[in-house]
């Protein structure tokens, strides 16, 4: 199964799609993440305001943000690898983790080589 992990700035509520006037590249990640999720990827979003101590479970996380400062986030790792850092996955990105998912999923059983 796929795992995403998305570590977040400090922002004024979980999804930072809040107040009158939420930004709209955090409302198209929403909807890329509820996209992911009705495909059956698990997805878990840290935000640095409300939840630190996921930040600092993650060592390699800290690491990042001490050496190169806040603007490294928001820092998306996918199966415990680091593989985007300063922005969120694209849509079409988003769409790539979907499409391998679903083969990964649909695949034969285990020795049949089919996949």
């Not at 796929?2 to 709209?24: L, N, R, T, W």
């Not at 990042?64 to 922005?87: A, R, W, Y």
């Amino acid at each position: 199964m796929v795992e995403i992990k998305i570590f977040e700035p400090a922002m004024c509520c979980s999804s930072g799609v809040c107040g009158p006037s939420p930004d709209q590249e955090l409302i198209r990640v929403n909807g890329d993440i509820e996209k992911m999720k009705q495909n059956g990827i698990k997805v878990l979003r840290y935000n640095l305001s409300s939840a630190p101590n996921a930040f600092v479970r993650h060592k390699e996380i800290m690491e990042l943000i001490k050496t190169k400062g806040e603007k490294v986030m928001p820092i998306t790792v996918i199966n415990d690898e680091i593989v985007k850092t300063g922005s969120y996955m694209t849509s079409d990105e988003v769409m790539d983790i979907i499409v391998v998912h679903d083969l990964q999923s649909n695949c034969c059983a285990p020795g049949d080589h089919c996949c």
